[in-house]
C-alpha cells in the first residue's frame, strides 16, 4: 500500500479542520494505505491573523482565543521538507472539494499548496484536486506546474485508484476524473467519476490527524471546542456567482427552473449522510474530543431530507450531549416548523446570505431569487426564537456601486443580526459571474491569492479598492452606528493611510 502525506496550506492562523482532510483520510486507511499530514497553520513564518483582523472590523466579538494558540517558530518549508523526508510519502495530495467548497479560504489551498511543496524534494508524486480541476484542469498544467496529476470533482474514492496504480504500474487512462500529462507530455483529462450518491460510502470522518489545538474556536466572545462538519453535500440553487455552480456543471446539472434559480433534477444533486451516521460521527467527536460545536459547512442546511433532520433531533433529544450546531440556509426554509426542527437540533447561530440589499440586482445580476420580505421575515422568526443570526454580504460585485454597499449597510439595520460579516466578491473560476467579470475588465482570467476575507483582487474603478478596503474595516460600524458620520470617518480613514 501507498503513504500519502496530506498537507493542509491554510494561511488563516486559527484552527480549522478542512473536511476533505477528514474524508480522503477516512477511505485511504480503510483501504489500507498510511496517511500522514502536515498542517500548515500554526507556523509563525506562513500564518495571517484572520481572528485578530476580524476583530479589529467588529465582525468577530473580542476572545482569549489568541492566548491560548501556541505558533511554530521554525521555518514551513524547512519543516515540511523534514516531514517529507522522514515518511518518504509516495503521493502528497494538497486541496480538494467538500461542503467547505471555498469557506475559510479553501478555494486557494490549491495555490498555496502548491507553494509549499513547489520545491520541496520528493520522489512522490504532487496530486491536487478542488474546485479549479473541476472547473478547468488544462489550464492547470499552466498555473501550478509542479504538480503532476490533478482529480476533478469528488476525490475521494479517485485518489486511492491513483495511488494504486502508481504503486502497480497501472492505466491512467482508465482513472476516471483524473487529468495528467502523458508520456509525451500531452495533457490528458479522463471522463468524469460517478457523484458520490450515498455518503454513507465514505467511512467515519477522520479527525485523529489533528493536533489538539486546531480544535478551539473563538465564537461569540468564548473559545469552543470545535469542528468543521458537513451531513449533507449539493445544493439546490445556481447562484451565478457561488462555486456550487461549477460543480452542478461538472455533473451534468446545467438546467434550470425560470424565476427560482434551482436547478432541476435535483434529487440527484443533493445527497446526504444517514441519521444514524450523522448522530455516530457527532457522538464520537463529543464524546472522544470534547466537541461542542459543530460548525455544518452544508451550502443549505434546511434541504437536507426531512425525515432524516427529523430522525437526527430524535436522537439528539434522547442523548444528553450539551453541543451547539451552527448552520448555514437559505431565508426561504425558515418558518415556524423548521424553527421547531432547529431548535430540537440544537442550532444556535444560524448564518444566512444577504449578500447586498436590492433585490432587482440579485435576481438579474446574480440568479439569486430571494424576496426581500422573506429575508426580512426569516431573521424576525429566528430572532423570536433565540437562534442566533448571522447576515453573510459581499461588497465589490461586478456592476456593484458605492450606493448599493450603502444601502446593503441600511438593509442590514433594519435586519439587526446578532453578526454581520461582510466579504469581497470572489471571482471563482467558471462561475458565470466571473466569466462575466472578467470579459468586463474587472478580473484577469485567472486570479491568484483570492481570499474573500482579506482582499478585493478587483481592478475596476466603479468602486476603488481602497474603498472597497474601507468598507470592509467599517462596514461593521456602519450598520451598528448608521451612517450619519460616513464623511467624518472617510476622512479620517484617508488620513491615517486606510
Same mark, same amino acid.
Given at each position: 500500500m501507498s503513504v500519502i502525506l496530506i498537507i493542509n496550506p491554510n494561511k488563516w492562523g486559527r484552527g480549522i479542520t478542512p473536511i476533505w482532510v477528514a474524508s480522503h483520510a477516512a477511505v485511504l486507511k480503510a483501504q489500507g494505505h498510511h496517511v500522514h499530514f502536515f498542517d500548515a497553520t500554526f507556523y509563525a513564518d506562513w500564518a495571517i491573523n484572520e481572528i485578530e483582523y476580524n476583530t479589529n472590523n467588529l465582525q468577530y466579538k473580542p476572545s482569549d482565543y489568541g492566548r491560548q494558540i501556541v505558533f511554530k517558530k521554525e521555518k514551513i518549508i524547512e519543516a515540511l521538507q523534514e516531514k517529507v523526508d522522514s515518511v518518504r510519502p509516495d503521493v502528497i495530495f494538497w486541496s480538494? @472539494?467538500?461542503? !467547505?467548497? !471555498? *469557506? #475559510? *479560504? #479553501?478555494?486557494?489551498?490549491? &495555490?498555496? *499548496? !502548491?507553494? @509549499? /511543496? $513547489?520545491?520541496? $524534494?520528493? #520522489?512522490? $508524486? $504532487? /496530486?491536487?484536486? *478542488? @474546485? &479549479?480541476?473541476? %472547473?478547468? %484542469?488544462e489550464k492547470m498544467f499552466e498555473y501550478f506546474p509542479e504538480a503532476d496529476h490533478f482529480i476533478r470533482g469528488e476525490s475521494e474514492f479517485v485518489l486511492p485508484t491513483l495511488a494504486q496504480a502508481l504503486e502497480e504500474g497501472g492505466d491512467l487512462s482508465q482513472i476516471k476524473g483524473l487529468a495528467y500529462r502523458n508520456d509525451n507530455g500531452e495533457i490528458i483529462v479522463n471522463g468524469r467519476q460517478d457523484i458520490i450518491s450515498n455518503m454513507d460510502d465514505i467511512p467515519a470522518y477522520d479527525y485523529s490527524l489533528f493536533e489538539d489545538q486546531v480544535f478551539l474556536r473563538p465564537y461569540n466572545g468564548e473559545v469552543v471546542r470545535a469542528v468543521d462538519y458537513e451531513m449533507s453535500r449539493g445544493c439546490i440553487y445556481a447562484c451565478e456567482y457561488c462555486v456550487e455552480t461549477v460543480i452542478q456543471r461538472y455533473y451534468g446539472f446545467t438546467e434550470t427552473v425560470p424565476n427560482t434559480g434551482t436547478i432541476r433534477n435535483v434529487k440527484g444533486y443533493l445527497r446526504n449522510k444517514s441519521a444514524g451516521r450523522i448522530f455516530k460521527e457527532i457522538s464520537h467527536l463529543y464524546n472522544e474530543k470534547g466537541i461542542r460545536l459543530f460548525r455544518c459547512q452544508d451550502t443549505n442546511f434546511l434541504t437536507i431530507e426531512p425525515n432524516t433532520l427529523k430522525s437526527l433531533a430524535e436522537m439528539i433529544d434522547e442523548s444528553s450531549m450539551n453541543i451547539m450546531l451552527y448552520i448555514e440556509t437559505r431565508p426561504e426554509g425558515i418558518n415556524p416548523d423548521s424553527i421547531t426542527l432547529l431548535k430540537r437540533l440544537k442550532v444556535d447561530g444560524v448564518g444566512m446570505g444577504v449578500e447586498l440589499s436590492t433585490q432587482e440586482f440579485r435576481e438579474e445580476k446574480l440568479g439569486r431569487f430571494a424576496k426581500q420580505e422573506k429575508i426580512i421575515k426569516a431573521f424576525k422568526l429566528l430572532k423570536e426564537a433565540g437562534i442566533k443570526r448571522t447576515a453573510y454580504n459581499i461588497i465589490g460585485l461586478p456592476e456593484q456601486d458605492e450606493d448599493s454597499i450603502q444601502q446593503t449597510i441600511r438593509f442590514n439595520r433594519e435586519l439587526d443580526p446578532d453578526n454581520v460579516t461582510v466579504g469581497f466578491y470572489s471571482p471563482y473560476l467558471g462561475t458565470s459571474q466571473q466569466i462575466k467579470a472578467n470579459e468586463m475588465g474587472y478580473f484577469d482570467d485567472y486570479e491568484y491569492h483570492v481570499d474573500s476575507s482579506f482582499r478585493s483582487l478587483s481592478k475596476h474603478s466603479l468602486v476603488e479598492v481602497s474603498t472597497l478596503n474601507f468598507y470592509k474595516k467599517n462596514f461593521v460600524r456602519l450598520v451598528r452606528h448608521g451612517m450619519d458620520n460616513l464623511e467624518e470617518l472617510k476622512k479620517s480613514s484617508e488620513e491615517v493611510g486606510l
Amino acid at each position: 500500500m501507498s503513504v500519502i502525506l496530506i498537507i493542509n496550506p491554510n494561511k488563516w492562523g486559527r484552527g480549522i479542520t478542512p473536511i476533505w482532510v477528514a474524508s480522503h483520510a477516512a477511505v485511504l486507511k480503510a483501504q489500507g494505505h498510511h496517511v500522514h499530514f502536515f498542517d500548515a497553520t500554526f507556523y509563525a513564518d506562513w500564518a495571517i491573523n484572520e481572528i485578530e483582523y476580524n476583530t479589529n472590523n467588529l465582525q468577530y466579538k473580542p476572545s482569549d482565543y489568541g492566548r491560548q494558540i501556541v505558533f511554530k517558530k521554525e521555518k514551513i518549508i524547512e519543516a515540511l521538507q523534514e516531514k517529507v523526508d522522514s515518511v518518504r510519502p509516495d503521493v502528497i495530495f494538497w486541496s480538494a @472539494l467538500s461542503s !467547505h467548497i !471555498h *469557506g #475559510e *479560504g #479553501e478555494y486557494v489551498n490549491i &495555490q498555496y *499548496g !502548491h507553494t @509549499l /511543496v $513547489k520545491d520541496i $524534494k520528493t #520522489e512522490g $508524486k $504532487k /496530486v491536487a484536486a *478542488g @474546485l &479549479q480541476p473541476t %472547473a478547468d %484542469a488544462e489550464k492547470m498544467f499552466e498555473y501550478f506546474p509542479e504538480a503532476d496529476h490533478f482529480i476533478r470533482g469528488e476525490s475521494e474514492f479517485v485518489l486511492p485508484t491513483l495511488a494504486q496504480a502508481l504503486e502497480e504500474g497501472g492505466d491512467l487512462s482508465q482513472i476516471k476524473g483524473l487529468a495528467y500529462r502523458n508520456d509525451n507530455g500531452e495533457i490528458i483529462v479522463n471522463g468524469r467519476q460517478d457523484i458520490i450518491s450515498n455518503m454513507d460510502d465514505i467511512p467515519a470522518y477522520d479527525y485523529s490527524l489533528f493536533e489538539d489545538q486546531v480544535f478551539l474556536r473563538p465564537y461569540n466572545g468564548e473559545v469552543v471546542r470545535a469542528v468543521d462538519y458537513e451531513m449533507s453535500r449539493g445544493c439546490i440553487y445556481a447562484c451565478e456567482y457561488c462555486v456550487e455552480t461549477v460543480i452542478q456543471r461538472y455533473y451534468g446539472f446545467t438546467e434550470t427552473v425560470p424565476n427560482t434559480g434551482t436547478i432541476r433534477n435535483v434529487k440527484g444533486y443533493l445527497r446526504n449522510k444517514s441519521a444514524g451516521r450523522i448522530f455516530k460521527e457527532i457522538s464520537h467527536l463529543y464524546n472522544e474530543k470534547g466537541i461542542r460545536l459543530f460548525r455544518c459547512q452544508d451550502t443549505n442546511f434546511l434541504t437536507i431530507e426531512p425525515n432524516t433532520l427529523k430522525s437526527l433531533a430524535e436522537m439528539i433529544d434522547e442523548s444528553s450531549m450539551n453541543i451547539m450546531l451552527y448552520i448555514e440556509t437559505r431565508p426561504e426554509g425558515i418558518n415556524p416548523d423548521s424553527i421547531t426542527l432547529l431548535k430540537r437540533l440544537k442550532v444556535d447561530g444560524v448564518g444566512m446570505g444577504v449578500e447586498l440589499s436590492t433585490q432587482e440586482f440579485r435576481e438579474e445580476k446574480l440568479g439569486r431569487f430571494a424576496k426581500q420580505e422573506k429575508i426580512i421575515k426569516a431573521f424576525k422568526l429566528l430572532k423570536e426564537a433565540g437562534i442566533k443570526r448571522t447576515a453573510y454580504n459581499i461588497i465589490g460585485l461586478p456592476e456593484q456601486d458605492e450606493d448599493s454597499i450603502q444601502q446593503t449597510i441600511r438593509f442590514n439595520r433594519e435586519l439587526d443580526p446578532d453578526n454581520v460579516t461582510v466579504g469581497f466578491y470572489s471571482p471563482y473560476l467558471g462561475t458565470s459571474q466571473q466569466i462575466k467579470a472578467n470579459e468586463m475588465g474587472y478580473f484577469d482570467d485567472y486570479e491568484y491569492h483570492v481570499d474573500s476575507s482579506f482582499r478585493s483582487l478587483s481592478k475596476h474603478s466603479l468602486v476603488e479598492v481602497s474603498t472597497l478596503n474601507f468598507y470592509k474595516k467599517n462596514f461593521v460600524r456602519l450598520v451598528r452606528h448608521g451612517m450619519d458620520n460616513l464623511e467624518e470617518l472617510k476622512k479620517s480613514s484617508e488620513e491615517v493611510g486606510l
